[in-house]
């Protein structure tokens, strides 16, 4: 069983634009609603691959509503805690002459007994059978440390966690050793408080995460590919050369890959092509749709991964 854990979900609205000018009229020719959150965007992922999770977290008012009844007539279960709060919106503005800026709220205020609802129905689900995915921002009202707490609680129910998150939040779940990280480029020098690093730092960052007793490391690298850590092992693969419409929830897409095999005991290998194809689908879809099945297909046979 896959449990994706989206505490600040939000309804993604992506518009098109030709050209996006600061300080001036921006006509949109096309506008895409999605239920978007980085849990829920694994969960769609999940879906699309043929495979099954529950979507949990934080979700209230209209928007929640809203997001809720996407995700059950879309064939994905839910088991969110409603909260008094409105669920937040995002913007998201794709010109087509190169660039996305994103506009992202900062969610609704978490009150202690939503707070508590939560973490107990999480637990509940718990067991040695489950994979916890833990991934996004932070809402109100909720403190830095949730999802160290929840790692915690998590493991000592026999369930596997996979942590996609960053800032203080990323170093505090670090504490209670999640089984899979993903971090990007840019996390993973802010957790070692450097601006920049060459592919063998990174290397040495990656195999630090290692050390620590994580199984399986991420490092997503946006158009220089990803590297990947298992055990011993160092893979690299360069990025598959796609015409992008969105690159909102290329990350989430590697996540679900990783959970999706995981559940199903694929190997290492097989995963990490798997996911820089799906990865690289979802670049090519507006918003923070899946790519289809035979888009995927080809896209795997352009994926290169090179033990280092």
Do not use: W
């Not at 399986?216 to 092992?233: E, H, M, Q």
């Not at 690299?236 to 679900?256: C, F, H, L, R, Y």
């Amino acid at each position: 069983m896959i449990i994706t854990v989206t505490l600040n979900p939000a309804i993604d609205k992506t518009a098109v634009v030709d050209s996006f000018n600061v300080g001036k009229i921006n006509r949109i020719y096309n506008i895409v609603h999605d239920s978007g959150g980085k849990g829920i965007n694994v969960s769609k992922t999940i879906l699309s691959l043929g495979g099954n999770s529950i979507a949990t977290g934080y979700i209230g008012g209209y928007f929640g509503m809203m997001l809720e009844r996407d995700l059950v007539d879309n064939g994905i279960p839910v088991a969110f805690v409603h909260i008094d709060a409105e669920t937040r919106t995002n913007t998201k503005i794709l010109s087509l002459t190169g660039g996305e800026t994103e506009l992202n709220e900062p969610g609704p205020h978490i009150t202690e007994f939503e707070k508590n609802r939560l973490f107990e129905k999480l637990v509940g689900m718990a067991d040695e059978n489950a994979i916890f995915v833990l991934s996004g921002s932070i809402p109100h009202g909720v403190e830095k440390t949730v999802y160290r707490d929840l790692t915690f609680a998590l493991h000592e129910k026999g369930a596997r966690v996979f942590s996609d998150i960053d800032g203080e939040a990323f170093r505090l779940a670090m504490e209670a050793v999640p089984d899979l990280l993903k971090p990007n480029k840019s996390e993973v020098l802010k957790f070692f408080g450097k601006t920049e690093a060459t592919q063998e730092e990174l290397i040495e960052m990656g195999k630090y995460f290692i050390e620590k007793g994580v199984k399986t490391v991420i490092i997503s690298c946006g158009a220089d590919g990803a590297l990947f850590f298992n055990g011993d092992k160092v893979y690299k693969s360069p990025a598959v050369q796609v015409e992008a419409k969105s690159t909102v929830g290329a990350g989430d897409a590697m996540m679900a890959v990783f959970a999706y095999s995981a559940e199903r005991g694929y190997g290492f290998e097989e995963t990490a092509k798997m996911s820089m194809a799906v990865s690289a689908g979802s670049v090519t879809t507006e918003g923070t749709k899946p790519a289809s099945k035979e888009v995927v297909d080809e896209l795997l046979k352009k994926v290169v991964l090179t033990e280092i």
